[in-house]
């Protein structure tokens, strides 16, 4: 089956910190660029952060930039999102895909909550 699963989310305080991880299966994400997006309450999904399949360029939202790392480790199929200096804005549930987002590896996962405490 085609997929990604988010996972590493949780509960943290202001300033704290969280790994996330995409775990990709039945379809190598080696040739794609992915991305991380987040949808807070009541709003619409938004692009957070993306890696390339070709150099590993990153690209981050202005909200997470210097706070947030994208990575990928092609040969576990995964990519990751290291996610410091928390604010509570950024509680949201988060989830990966290719970027621009489609429907390469299905649709869109359950995503991993993460919520940051004031």
């Known amino acids: 089956q085609v997929q990604l699963v988010e996972s590493g989310g949780g509960l943290v305080q202001a300033g704290g910190s969280l790994r996330l991880s995409c775990a990709a299966s039945g379809r190598t994400l080696r040739s794609y660029t992915m991305g991380w997006f987040r949808q807070a309450p009541g709003k619409e999904r938004e692009f957070v952060a993306a890696?390339?399949?070709?150099?590993?360029?990153?690209y981050y939202a202005d909200s997470v930039k210097g706070r947030f790392t994208i990575s990928r480790d092609n040969v576990k199929n995964t990519m990751y999102l290291q996610m410091n200096s928390l604010k509570p804005e950024d509680t949201a549930v988060y989830y990966c895909?290719?970027?621009?987002?489609?429907?390469?590896?299905?649709?869109w996962g359950q995503g991993t909550q993460v919520t940051v405490s004031s």
């Open positions: 895909n290719t970027n621009p987002p489609g429907t390469t590896f299905g649709s």
């Open positions: 890696i390339s399949w070709g150099d590993f360029s990153t």
